[in-house]
């Protein structure tokens, strides 16, 4: 596999080894710092969405391993605009080791994957958001050493984020609920292939409208912006829609006692989440954010250190 688009195109065996990776690296990273196996080696990273988290871990990353990584703004790049996405994936294929991309379109960083002789990896899409699913389940994972079995329950819009822990967990054996209000579900399609893997993996995927009962049995809520980059006109009919689908600490009562809650952040305090929730003794929503890094050097690895992919 030259890219890391989705995580449904990995394998749970390949999905579990990047897992036990990370840990791997994390241990190293902690204990003194990770080998230089990336002198030499850099990463391009282009945006065109804002970001805190997918830049400065991406970017930490690189140097841990004694390499660089190049950030590339909407404004130098105009991916599709200035240029046509297959010419910049061809150009850069002959500078750097590895392109990660966050694109508005997901067919974009397919094009881009298609065209570029180097990996790429997907640095969230408006379908998905793969690399964050994968600091998740490494959450979850150290919290209870496993995924297979657990409750995960995601509360709010159908979203990239939604989409792609829906996916990790199905793959993993993670039983994944939402709850949604009406009109806000995933995609048909990722719905049907999360049924799929959660098949293969003897797992369940149930679709609610009720953030009470999505909760209920959680081992993890989820939750995550109710307006996503680039339907900011949406804003005002949506915060009609989701307050209902706060995680709040009512909300919270109604789940296992020793559940965790979980937001890939940027949060909207008082909005999807209040500060009591945020800041209380469920949250893990720092060292989630913080396996970021930890998580995309598993990846990194992966698809360009030493042995290849
Ligand atoms: N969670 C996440 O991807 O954060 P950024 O948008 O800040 O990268
Ligand atoms: N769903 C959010 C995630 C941000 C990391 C968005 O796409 O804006």
Redesign the pocket.
Known sequence: MKDFLTVADYSPETLQALLDSAVQLKEEWKSGGNKPIFKDKVLAMIFQKPSLRTRVSFDMAMRHFGGDALYLSPAEIGLGKRESIADVARVVSGYVDAIMARVFDHAHVEELAKWASIPVING?SDYN?PC?AMADALTIYEEFGKMKGLNVSYVGDG???AVSLMHVCAKLGANFTIGNPVGYDMPASAIELGKQLATESGSTITLLNDAREAVKNAHVIYT??WT??GQEEETKKRQQAFPPYQVNEALVAGAEDNVIVMH?LPAHRGEEITNEVADGPHSRLFPQAHNRLHAQKAILVKLIGPSGS
């Open positions: 969230l958001h964050q979203n990239n984020v995550d912006t996503s980059m890939c």
